[in-house]
């Protein structure tokens, strides 16, 4: 069931292929960004992750590729370890980014 993170601006749903993710092996999120009432959709979004813990990312860089009515595909990610992640979205705008943040622990 797609996980679900709340911000000021825009909430975001997502699931991970494969789920659970596993460590040292590519997955993929596939996401939708909903704006809130009165808001516009983000110019732009990005998604990335780190471990707060060891102080560095990942070793990729994601492509995100967008379809239609606010869905993303975003493939190429890998955690190259096990522990905490923490698996972040942002989304940019003229105005300001919005950054959603999900803690994931990875075996």
């Known amino acids: 069931s ?4 709340e911000g000021d601006r825009y909430v975001v749903a997502y699931v991970t292929v494969p789920a659970p993710i596993v460590a040292g092996a590519h ?3 596939d ?3 909903c704006p809130r ?3 516009a959709p983000p110019d732009s979004v ?3 992750a780190m471990m707060p813990e060891h102080r560095h990312g990942m070793n990729y860089r994601p492509e995100i590729v967008a379809a239609k009515n606010g869905r ?3 493939h190429g990610l890998l955690f190259h370890m096990s522990g905490r ?3 972040t979205f942002d989304l940019n705008t003229a105005t300001g980014t919005e950054r959603l943040t999900e803690m994931i622990s990875v075996e």
């Not at 797609?2 to 993170?5: G, I, N, V």
């Open 37 to 39: 009432a009165g808001i």
């Open 27 to 29: 997955f993929v999120v």
């Open 46 to 48: 990005r998604v990335d």
């Open 2 to 5: 797609p996980r679900r993170l």
């Open 85 to 87: 992640w923490d698996l």
């Open 31 to 33: 996401f939708v960004v």
């Open 72 to 74: 993303y595909r975003a």
